[in-house]
């Protein structure tokens, strides 16, 4: 082997060095940072920490460069930098400049874009957020001087807001690409107009194009199926200083965002890990209808109408020719003038004494241009009709009184949902005058009632007339059969618009009831899987012939159950009534209950803390829409894990209706003689003495989840000296700063403490003692979704000690607490 000499050497090592400075140059530059030295040029990129977002250069053509952030590998990109001046070669630099500022460089080191920040104090520095956000940041203090969120793009992506302030007028809002190869800012926007009662715009340069209607506290009410905020996660906010802002979360659903199209279309997206694609969620241009003003002043637009466009009752066409055409745009006027009109005009041929009237319109987008005010719904009314300029009115509960001085325009008709819109017209128009309406609503609304009483004594009755034979023995042959008929036909009544099984059926369905089929048992009798002829699996609960109870909760069941429909709550398939079989038919949930997860050490890993957090989001929705969204206000009295059933995807189904509490509109809370439900879950002041609310569901719901989260029952003793039971335990961990001792060890991980933390500080706000300190279930949602911010301290909960709950609690009952089955203790009596 030949020697090397000291002048090769010499060569060699200034080789070394040479490749050792490329080498760091190019590879030793820090990818979670920008720095004055540190940056990055075309071809490199820098990533989040989690790796979900990158910022690069980036090409939409041939020639032009740019500079974005964008999804993952799928190069969705987010935001741009220089959207309206691109780079001509890959010789772009991203650094920072000596006046602390973020910049773009081209090849000539001439500055293309910039963040322009003045009078940075301090050495400044670039990250690139998990969420998404570009950040220029002060070196020593670690403050935010400059985001991309402030500055969107085309794309508005969770924890970004919307802004918008009524003193100087500044907005952030979304503007779109000119082309889907050409992100220069194009023609439509996206932002938050309309500031007192704010709304969402899309307008195509200054004129509108599509609007959300206005934001009532929980949804836009303008916005098809849009059932409430947690659902969508959008929050608004007026920050006291003139500025409204719009954000959205989204936890627990992935990454969603929305982007706004270059032809104005704005779609919201989900990402799909396993299929690695977007799925289009909602989209705003659903119809014709969604095109602002399509038909015009004083007209309706109906996706389901042919043709789509209608004038409102008391307006024509303006021009019938242009209309029959379908050329909507100039709309239509009043037909008959009113009495404002025939008063000022000194019309004498109509009788001007006729009061103008309000015509009712169901289910509507109301009108752009609402002006608000909080008077009552009464007061909105009359202070409408005393106003000859006032056109229409509207109220909502959490907006208040909306009123319409000038044309109506952008009216959309839903097939559900929306608002009540009431617009003025001529008394000819009305058919019949306010005060006749007036006395036949009363008329007709004492003839129901009287009906209704009627009805309910005579089945009221019938029922004790029947339990009474039925208990004594005393009921001849033909009196059961004459029984069993007022029975049949109060069900008939009751399930009219159920599907009705047979018993044979059924019995086919279910191999005759055989045991192999048995899901489980409760007071109300057996459950048993059952698949029918055509494929479909089912779930019979069939009321037990044996049972002192039962009968009762069927009937309970069918009225509450048959009336609701909402995704976290069981869906009742039909009902069998033969002789002395009584059946509900529903969907059948092949995981089973929530108990046999969570507290079974075997099945317990299969629920992550995503998926669990899944589970109690979803019970919380279904309890909302129980206590306020459905048509019904309802109390279900009996929630616990095993009355949560879960699907295939382990998306959970509040079940077990046989108890629930049906409330009127104005009522708030109950009284019973005798207690119904599961100890455990009660609250105590139902638990002691018999008074129920929203609030008695709600300390369920806190029980519920700090079982979910820790993996223990309630009605188990943790300690067997000082008899904690679950409340105690937590409440115990909780002053000592150690409650996630407590967490179900399959599901912690020091990445998810807080948000663990927060959920266990939501359930012992739940279960406190006095109901009035209990949060409802929509502050509940909003708790869970982060839109309530700052959660108050929880004050100690109710039966935290096992001898508490039995001393509170009469010998009978106390011995019924221990009952081997855990099934719900239930009575028939005094509910």
Sequence with gaps: MPVMDFKSCKNLLYVFIFMSCYFL???????????????IKDPETLSSNSGNFTLGFFSTDSTNRYVGIWWKSNLTVTWVANRNQPLNDSSGVVTISEDGNLVVLNGKKQVVWSSNVSNIA?????????????LLLESTTGNTIWESFNHPSNTWLPRMKITSNKITCEKAELTSWKSLSDPSIGSFSFSVERLKIPELFILNGTQPYWRSGPWNGQVFIGVLNMETAYLNGVHVEDDGNGTVEISFTAYGRGLVMSTLYPQGQYVQKNWDDEKEQWQVTWTSHQSDCDVYGICGAFASCSSQGSPICSCLKGFEPRNKEEWNRQNWTRGCVRSTPLQCERTN???????????????????????????????TQDTCRSGCLENCSCIAYAYDDEIGCMSWNGNLIDIQQFPSGGIDLYVRVAYTELGMTDKERNIKVIITVTITVTMIIGTFVFVTCAYVIWRRALHLGETSESEEHTNDKVIGELSQAKLQELLQFSFEKLATATNYFHLSNKLGQGGFGAVYKGKLQDGKEIAVKRLSRASGQGLEEFMNEVVVISKLQHRNLVRLLGCCIEEEEKMLIYEYMPNRSLDAFVFDPSENKLLDWRKRFSIIEGIARGLLYLHRDSRLKIIHRDLKASNILLDEELNPKISDFGMARIFGGSEDQGNTQRVVGTYGYMSPEYAMQGVFSEKSDVFSFGVLLLEIVSGRKNSSLYDNENSLTLLGLVWIQWKEEDVLSLVDPGIYDPSLEKHIMRCIHIGLLCVQEFAADRPNMAAVISMLNSEIVDLPPPRQPAFILRQIMLSSLSSDESLRLHSINNVSITDIHGR
């Design 25 to 39: 140059d190019v590879n030793g530059i820090a990818k979670d940072s920008i720095t004055s030295i540190q940056f």
């Design 122 to 134: 301090s050495n400044s520095t670039s990250q690139l957020s998990d969420y998404g956000s570009l």
């Design 345 to 375: 005009n000194q019309n004498t041929s109509v009788d001007s004494n006729k009061a103008d009237g309000f015509l009712t319109l169901q289910m509507i987008k109301v009108p752009d241009f609402a002006q608000g005010s909080s008077v």
